[in-house]
């Protein structure tokens, strides 16, 4: 059974960090690509950064390029988000999800089924002062 689950969110002042991480159990990493994602209510779900399973390519949003670094540790079947210099935007819960990766091929930050099939329940992050 393929399971995510998040952790790390919590409350920041803007210019911290924090670090999200996302285990899995029920399937190892090497042949799945993950992608975390933000949701603020009223707002869709935007895709903020992906791995894929090779880690030959990641993908960020323009919004937290240069802040945000996605990574991996096959040892703890675990990817992690490190987020540093935080600004109240950046606030939501932040989703992982994630889905097999079949070829070679840069991950994408759509959160559509059949780029990532499954979800964790979330994590809340709250930037303010």
């Known amino acids: 059974q393929v399971q995510l689950v998040e952790s790390g969110g919590g409350l920041v002042q803007p210019g911290g960090s924090l670090r999200l991480s996302c285990a899995a159990s029920?399937?190892?990493?090497?042949?799945?690509?993950v992608g975390w994602f933000r949701q603020v209510p009223g707002k869709e779900r935007e895709g903020i950064s992906c791995?894929?399973?090779?880690?030959?390519?990641?993908n960020y949003a323009d919004s937290v390029k240069g802040r945000f670094s996605i990574s991996r540790d096959l040892a703890k079947n675990t990817v992690y988000l490190q987020m540093n210099s935080l600004q109240p935007e950046d606030t939501g819960t932040y989703y992982c999800?994630?889905?097999?990766?079949?070829?070679?091929?840069?991950?994408?930050?759509?959160?559509?089924?059949?780029?990532?099939?499954?979800w964790g329940q979330g994590t809340q992050v709250t930037v303010s002062s």
């Open positions: 999800a994630t889905a097999r990766d079949f070829e070679l091929r840069p991950c994408v930050l759509s959160p559509v089924r059949g780029e990532y099939e499954y």
């Open positions: 029920g399937f190892t990493l090497d042949y799945y690509r």
């Open positions: 791995i894929d399973s090779s880690e030959t390519y990641t």
